[in-house]
């Protein structure tokens, strides 16, 4: 089975810090993707990864950035942490378009971060 | 752009009896739609999608989904509802540009069993 794991399930921190969020899959996928939840809205993309140093903006990227040095892990980065950014962070990973099972998407457990 | 609605925020449903959650898609092309499912505390789980092929596509715990070009329209079904299928249930519908993984989400349904 995938395995996706983010680095925290709660995370609580203030107005201004930096904020590092942790996503690690174990499926050698190439594709990983960062998403916020919030209720009425849905799922957003933040960013997307295609592989080992490439990166793409979602849909809301503005305040985030992100990080991809291994295949692996895929890390989201709030830069100076806002109220606004607190939400359910959600990472997940997928296969190649040219495998057996393209776009479907494997999540984590989600980090529900508050920042106050 | 691609996108996809779900009209309804919740959905109730008695035990024993159908349920039904509404999915209509927009997209240039040939659609490529999923359902996923987020149970309480939990990330999102994939439950079916469609690509090609029939317009009933089976997928886990007994759901399936009807797809229907004419009314743009992915709905997920299942002949009889359990308690246990309570929970959010996500449309989405892939990005249609080629060599994209990008998919877009729709915002949701509470579906609630009742008892």
């Known amino acids: 089975d995938v395995k996706v794991t983010q680095s925290s399930r709660y995370l609580v921190k203030r107005t201004g810090e930096k904020v590092f969020l942790e996503c690690v899959q174990d499926?050698?996928?190439?594709?990983m993707f960062w998403y916020r939840q919030d209720p009425g809205l849905g799922l957003r993309l933040i960013y997307f990864?295609?592989?080992?140093?490439?990166?793409e903006k979602g849909d809301i990227p503005e305040g985030y950035s992100v990080s991809r040095e291994k295949k692996e892990r895929f890390s989201l980065i709030l830069e100076s942490a806002s109220t606004n950014q607190t939400s359910m962070y959600l990472c997940?990973?997928?296969?190649?378009?040219?495998?057996?099972?393209?776009?479907?998407?494997?999540f984590g457990p989600g980090t529900r971060l508050t920042v106050t | 752009a691609q996108s996809v609605a779900q009209p309804e925020d919740q959905v109730n449903v008695a035990e024993g009896n159908p349920l039904t959650v509404k999915c209509t898609y927009s997209?240039?092309?040939?659609?490529?739609l999923f359902w996923y499912v987020q149970y309480p505390n939990r990330g999102l789980q994939f439950l079916l999608k469609?690509?090609?092929?029939?317009?009933l596509v089976k997928g886990s715990y007994g759901f399936e989904a009807e797809f229907n070009k004419s009314q743009t329209s992915f709905h997920l079904k299942k002949p009889s509802a359990l308690v246990s299928d309570s929970a959010l249930y996500f449309c989405a519908v892939r990005d249609v540009r080629k060599g994209y993984q990008k998919v877009t989400f729709g915002t949701g349904t509470k579906l609630q069993v009742i008892p």
């Open positions: 997209v240039s092309g040939n659609p490529y």
């Open positions: 990864s295609y592989d080992v140093k490439m990166k």
């Open positions: 469609y690509i090609t092929g029939d317009n």
């Open positions: 499926m050698d996928h190439e594709n």
């Open positions: 997940a990973s997928s296969f190649p378009i040219q495998a057996e099972r393209p776009y479907e998407q494997y």
